[in-house]
């Protein structure tokens, strides 16, 4: 069954979000570019990844601002980081959840580690995988794009939308399954329109939290696939060198899709973070008052 999805109000934006499960610590999911609530539940893969992670928490999970069943932003207006952060905190407040495991997935990552700084008492710990710091290639970052393959990238994108482009890179394994494909096109067309998406790409490019890192102060957990063609474990490995007591996992594999592959490493407990008797990084108390299922 799909769950029941629920609305935050963030300043004038609606979030859509679900709660699934009911463990002992709290779970907020950050997915990355482009995400729908509900037609996340139509593919095997994904479904049992949230899943399993609801099998030992209650897993809150959301649309950013801009995709899938959340309000979408105008390319004229768009919002800053700091903006679509507080996004989390609004969900989380809807949900009735005062401190939580945050774990961003891609562009999720940055944008959950921005909470973390802001809201290290709501930060139980801090997950990320395939996440980056910044993602145009500079002198002083070589591990991402540079500004006009990206722009290229734009172009093919708005071009292509609703195709099956771009699983070579985000999840080479099973980039000729015709089922991964059929459904990869789909979930473009309902989660963002090809301007929607086009716009969340390039907020997505401009994202930069060097800064940020070193400020962190919860148990924070690193993980990256070793092959992945998006996002380069370099980033990564500089991110874990970057925030003070973080911990890398180098996992095997080239896909940046974390359900496809084998997603049981990503999704097993980590004793720091889901073991609910330790105070310092269990969920901790939360409020019922709003919906949970």
């Known amino acids: 069954m799909v769950p029941a999805t629920h609305y935050a109000k963030s300043g004038d934006v609606h979030i859509a979000y679900q709660v699934v499960g009911d463990g002992p610590i709290d779970l907020v999911l950050v997915h990355g570019w482009i995400s729908h609530l509900e037609y996340q539940w139509e593919d095997p893969a994904l479904a049992r990844f949230l899943n399993r992670l609801a099998s030992f928490s209650r897993l809150i999970v959301f649309d950013k601002r801009g995709?899938?069943?959340?309000?979408?932003?105008?390319?004229?207006?768009?919002?800053?980081?700091?903006?679509?952060m507080d996004d989390i905190r609004a969900v989380m407040d809807a949900a009735g959840s005062n401190r939580a495991v945050i774990f961003g997935i891609s562009e999720g990552g940055p944008l959950s580690t921005l909470f973390a700084a802001t809201y290290p008492g709501r930060t139980a710990a801090l997950i990320m995988y395939g996440a980056?710091?910044?993602?145009?290639?500079?002198?002083?970052?070589?591990?991402?794009?540079?500004?006009?393959?990206?722009?290229?990238?734009?172009?093919?994108?708005?071009?292509?939308?609703?195709?099956?482009?771009?699983?070579?890179?985000?999840?080479?394994?099973?980039?000729?399954d015709e089922r991964v494909r059929q459904w990869w096109a789909q979930f473009m067309r309902i989660a963002a329109s090809p301007g929607a998406g086009i716009t969340l790409y390039r907020m997505n490019v401009e994202v930069d939290i060097r800064a940020i890192l070193p400020t962190i102060r919860v148990p924070t957990l690193i993980l990256h696939r070793r092959g992945d063609r998006l996002q380069p474990c370099e980033g990564a490995r500089y991110m874990a060198g970057q925030?003070?007591?973080?911990?890398?996992?180098?996992?095997?594999?080239?896909?940046?899709?974390?359900?496809?592959?084998?997603?049981?490493?990503?999704?097993?407990?980590?004793?720091?973070?889901?073991?609910?008797?330790?105070?310092?990084?269990?969920?901790?108390?939360?409020?019922?008052?709003?919906?949970l299922h």
């Open 132 to 176: 980056y710091a910044k993602w145009i290639r500079t002198d002083d970052y070589p591990w991402g794009p540079t500004r006009e393959q990206h722009e290229a990238a734009f172009n093919a994108y708005e071009k292509h939308w609703g195709t099956p482009i771009g699983l070579k890179t985000l999840a080479p394994s099973a980039a000729n």
């Open 243 to 291: 925030i003070p007591g973080a911990k890398f996992v180098e996992l095997p594999g080239d896909d940046h899709m974390l359900w496809i592959g084998d997603a049981d490493l990503a999704a097993c407990r980590d004793p720091r973070i889901s073991d609910g008797r330790n105070s310092d990084v269990g969920g901790g108390p939360r409020s019922r008052n709003g919906p």
């Open 67 to 84: 995709t899938g069943l959340s309000d979408r932003v105008a390319e004229s207006a768009l919002p800053t980081l700091e903006m679509r």
